[in-house]
């Protein structure tokens, strides 16, 4: 069973930066696209990234872009979310998410594996 962790969140001033990961335990995420969704307090949870196994495909939400990187990293088991310019509004838990399929979506009901979640608080 794919485990996924994801780590990196915590409290940031409006502007700056955090980097997130994806890691899993046991397997390598080479064989997995990735997505990461986040959920704010009241409001339903929403894709912001993902990327495709390859890592040729990207995507992000309107709402990031610009302003939020995904990536693999050199260690075929972390996936990372590189976080700039913060606001106040990107305040969430972020979670990340598996499927063995080749490419990514944006969509929940894509994937199969799923982390806890890291609290994201950008506050001044």
């Known amino acids: 069973q794919l485990q996924l962790v994801e780590s990196g969140g915590g409290l940031v001033q409006p502007g700056g930066s955090l980097r997130l990961s994806c890691a899993a335990s046991?397997?390598?995420?080479?064989?997995?696209?990735i997505g990461w969704f986040r959920q704010a307090p009241g409001k339903e949870r929403e894709g912001v990234s993902c990327v495709s196994v390859s890592g040729g495909r990207t995507n992000y939400a309107d709402s990031v872009k610009g302003r939020f990187f995904i990536s693999r990293g050199t260690a075929k088991n972390t996936v990372y979310l590189q976080m700039n310019s913060l606001k106040p509004e990107d305040t969430a838990v972020y979670y990340c998410?598996?499927?063995?399929?080749?490419?990514?979506?944006?969509?929940?009901?894509?994937?199969?594996?799923w982390g806890q979640g890291t609290q994201v608080t950008v506050s001044s």
């Open positions: 998410a598996a499927t063995v399929q080749a490419m990514c979506s944006m969509a929940e009901r894509y994937y199969g594996h």
């Open positions: 046991k397997f390598a995420l080479d064989y997995y696209a």
